[in-house]
Structure formats: C-alpha cells, structure tokens
C-alpha cells in the first residue's frame, strides 16, 4: 500500500520523485546486501531515527521482501541496548501496528 501522500508527490512533483527513487534504487545496488537483508537494515534505521512513518513502510517492505513478523520484531527488540528500552517500545509499537494490520 503506497500511501495518499507519497503518491500525491509523484502526481506533483514527477522529476523529483523520479530522482529521489532512482538515488533509492542506486543505493540498494551498490553493494552486495540480499534484498531481505536490505530491508532489515532499513527498518532498523528507521527505528532507529524514530521516523514513524518510514518504519510502517519498511516493515511493509520487509514482508514483501520474504521476512517474517518475527524477523520485524526481532530486529525492533535488537535496538534496545542502543536506543533504550522506552524508545525501543515505541519502535516495536510500529512493527506491530503493520503486523497487526497484516493479519487482519
């Protein structure tokens, strides 16, 4: 699910979209990282830099890669130690409302 801003972006902004995913798509490919494992790495940056709506997107985009509910919430769980356990909560809280939005 794209969501209404982004695609609003495109509708209003062609060129800049079309740069900003062609700088997404050269990122992706400059290294040898399998696309789950790319995934993974984004939410957790995600987490990470508590950007809410990017975490949604990268959980999205890890189930569509092949991760599991559990690879998601392991890789929330990993954060603990770095950005604290509050913060962590609050990130897992994000993998969840996309698992739980999975599932229903």
Request: charged residues 25%; aromatic residues 6%.
């Amino acid at each position: 699910m794209i969501p209404k801003r982004y695609k609003k972006m495109h509708e209003d902004y062609p060129d800049l979209m079309q740069a900003y995913e062609s700088f997404g798509k050269a990122s992706k490919e400059a290294g040898p990282l399998s696309d789950r494992e790319v995934a993974l790495v984004k939410l957790a940056i995600s987490l990470g830099a508590g950007l809410e709506g990017a975490a949604h997107s990268h959980c999205r985009k890890a189930l569509e890669a092949g991760c599991t509910s559990d690879d998601l919430r392991h890789v929330a769980l990993l954060s603990a130690p770095t950005i604290g356990f509050p913060t962590m909560m609050r990130a897992k809280s994000w993998v969840e409302d996309v698992i739980d939005k999975q599932s229903s």
